[in-house]
């Protein structure tokens, strides 16, 4: 049953780790994860990851919250029950419009700012009551996990973290 | 990965600090127990805020008439300390938002209680337009929803609705944005819980993050994009709370450069606020390392700048109630009656707290002073309010028609209120203070070897920051296991 043990490497530098994993990566091993207890620059490029589409997504909610507002405005001012406040009869959407950016504008922020958010919770899958699933609690203080899946070449692996400067190797069975 | 940084920049870290360190120093008045100080200040801002509370309820259940309002001054205190709060809001955002666009490394020490600050100040703010409404139990009425009353909406061409949405949508993306920022640091403190309630408790907050390096490149991208939608939201919230005033008919509030000078003294007064507050927080928590003379210079140099824009927003104003040739501005300006007259004392406070004091910030000794800075702080705050009061109570005081003339004198209620704000603002911030970890340590360990002291001094002497490996013995590993195993 070799495929569902892994090697899980600490350090407790981010150079060193950084320089490991292009190690490990060079070596034409699959890293399964990394944990880090703060952001590392360029860990995700070492690694391979793909970069996120999330500030695309956050472009689309706002084109979403602006065409709400505006479909807002347009219905419940001009549409629904036109008033004419001020001298300003509400004819038509684009002759009121000034008057509309503020909520436009806020709309736009308002959802852009939280689907975002929203997208990032569910897409990493965070959120109350969920069970933390970083391996040890040292990855949230000052040490960096790298978990490596074994087939059948245990030596071989923990050799090479050893030589990248791993403090601790273990080989756990994941669950 | 490059940590250099021009030697010439002063550490933001003191000390001889590793990782473990700075998790140690952060952790420690969660896990510690408080002092004598905390509960005493708890106490006084308890019974402030208790004190508040009754003087709301008096209000709501005798009528808006206990207060000093009158048919001509229908804003007063309220108004003016809900300007003042949501201005004391805006340097929470600045700092988190605008300082990460422009990659300045000393926000990190300072943002996460600048975000708590605008929060709980955002909360405060709040409370007074909901009170004014006289029966707050209506206060969905702001909602543009579907109601029993026919098809009537709220009406969008009004500031105040825009007020609702930008205050709102002000509050909502600030408490996201700061929360987001809490999780690894939740996450932290989970990890090095020994008590089974403080585990749990941490563990649902910190929403089971788990620090995956997906997850730390999507976090970055999420508070890059935040910062971005939130710096234009900062600017807007108080060009919207100006334009409750600019887009009036009255003197003296009918003003085009009510935004930006809004905006500007939003941001002069919520750096003297977070002066106020750190000066006292990096002692009582013993932050001294993090948050240096460093940090309180570059606060004061932002509190100068944007002091001077205000400076420079009132000489205008005057100047140009003389220009326009308008009676009507020329009066609220520059006649005896209006500025000098029955309120100079307010008047001759703000050109001396808001103007003259903090003047003194130019010289360096002073700028540097924790001391001179606190006193400063608080005397921007004091001038800040009394701003806002002479916007509104003298303007309203002096109508088109002089027959309506009338003086506005607060009641005991209107001034309990505004200090059962301050009480409760202050409970919310002490309690804070002991359950969350006040400084991004995250964020921190990220600048650690680029610009704490430690690791300055041996780059200087050409020391690389990457410590030497090591290579670990494996034959002596079997005998370990990943702590999370042993549960």
């Known amino acids: ?175 | 990965m490059s940590h250099y940084e021009a030697p010439i920049r002063e550490p933001l870290i003191l000390g001889d600090k590793s990782y473990h360190d700075i998790t140690e120093d952060i952790a420690k008045p969660i896990e510690g127990k408080a002092n004598k100080n905390w509960y005493m200040a708890f106490y006084i801002s308890l019974a402030a805020m208790l004190w508040g509370f009754g003087c709301i309820f008096y209000t709501v259940g005798t009528g808006i008439g206990v207060w000093g309002l009158n048919k001509n001054i229908g804003w007063a205190w309220d108004i003016t300390n809900f300007v003042w709060w949501v201005g004391i809001g805006h340097a929470g955002t600045l700092i988190s938002a605008v300082l990460l666009l422009f990659r300045q490394k000393w926000r990190m020490a300072i943002n996460r209680s600048a975000e708590a600050m605008t929060i709980f100040a955002v909360f405060q703010a709040g409370l007074f337009p909901i009170i004014h409404m006289g029966r707050p139990w209506n206060a969905f009425w702001v909602l543009p929803i579907p109601n029993q009353f026919g098809s009537l909406w709220v009406n969008f061409n009004s500031p105040l609705l825009w007020d609702v949405f930008a205050i709102s949508t002000y509050l909502s993306v600030s408490l996201v944005f700061w929360w987001t920022g809490l999780l690894p640091d939740f996450a932290m403190i989970r990890d090095r819980a020994v008590k089974p309630f403080q585990k749990k408790i941490y563990s649902l907050l910190s929403f089971g993050w788990s620090g995956r390096a997906k997850d730390w490149q999507r976090f970055e991208e999420v508070s890059l994009v935040l910062a971005g939608l939130a710096t234009p939201l900062v600017l807007s919230v108080h060009t919207i709370v100006s334009m409750d005033f600019a887009t009036s008919i009255n003197p003296g509030w009918h003003s085009t450069i009510f935004p930006p000078y809004f905006v500007a003294g939003a941001i002069f007064s919520g750096f003297a606020m977070v002066q106020t507050l750190l000066g006292i927080m990096r002692k009582v928590t013993n932050m001294e390392e993090y948050i240096t003379r460093l940090h309180v210079e570059y606060m004061n140099i932002v509190i100068i700048l944007t002091g001077g824009i205000v400076a420079v927003a009132y000489a205008t104003e005057f100047f140009i109630a003389w220009y326009t040739g308008s009676p009507y501005e020329y009066y609220t300006y520059l006649s005896v009656g209006a500025a000098t007259g029955p309120y100079a004392w307010a008047f001759y406070s703000l050109l001396l707290f808001n103007i003259a004091i903090p003047q003194l910030l130019w010289f360096k000794k002073i700028r540097r002073s924790f001391i001179a800075s606190f006193i400063i702080s608080i005397a921007i705050n004091i001038g800040m309010w009394f701003e806002r009061f002479d916007i509104i109570a003298i303007v309203l005081s002096k109508g088109h028609l002089p027959s309506t003339w009338w003086r506005f004198e607060p009641t005991f209620v209107d001034v309990g209120i505004f200090i059962g704000t301050i009480g409760f603002f202050f409970v919310l911030f002490l309690l804070y203070a002991r359950t969350f970890p006040v400084i991004a340590q995250a964020e921190v360990k990220t600048i650690l070897k680029s610009s704490g002291e430690f690791y300055k001094k041996r780059s200087e002497q050409g020391i690389p920051t990457k410590p030497a490996i090591v290579v670990l013995d494996v034959e002596k590993r079997s005998d370990k296991s990943d702590k999370n195993d042993t549960e």
Request: some cysteine; glycine content about 4%; overall charge negative.
């Open chain 1, 1 to 175: 049953m070799g495929s569902s043990k892994v090697i899980h490497a600490f350090y407790n530098d981010d150079e060193v780790l950084l320089d490991a994993v292009k190690t490990v990566k060079a070596a034409h091993h699959h890293i399964e994860e990394v944990f880090c207890p703060f952001p590392v620059h360029g860990l995700d490029k070492a690694m391979g990851l793909a970069p996120t589409r999330i500030a695309i997504t956050a472009f689309m909610y706002g084109i979403t919250g602006l065409s709400v507002a505006i479909w807002m405005t347009n219905y419940m001012m001009i549409q629904d029950w036109p008033q004419d406040i001020g001298g300003k009869p509400s004819f038509s959407w684009f002759e009121n419009m000034p008057a509309f950016v503020p909520i436009m504008f806020e709309l736009t922020v308002f959802f852009a700012a939280h689907l975002m958010v929203i997208t990032f919770y569910m897409r990493s899958k965070i959120w109350p009551f969920r069970k933390a699933e970083n391996p040890d609690p040292r990855t949230t203080d000052d040490h960096f996990l790298m978990e490596i899946p074994v087939h059948n070449n245990e030596e071989e692996l923990t050799a090479l973290l050893a030589k990248t400067g791993a403090v601790e190797i273990n080989v756990v069975e994941k669950h």
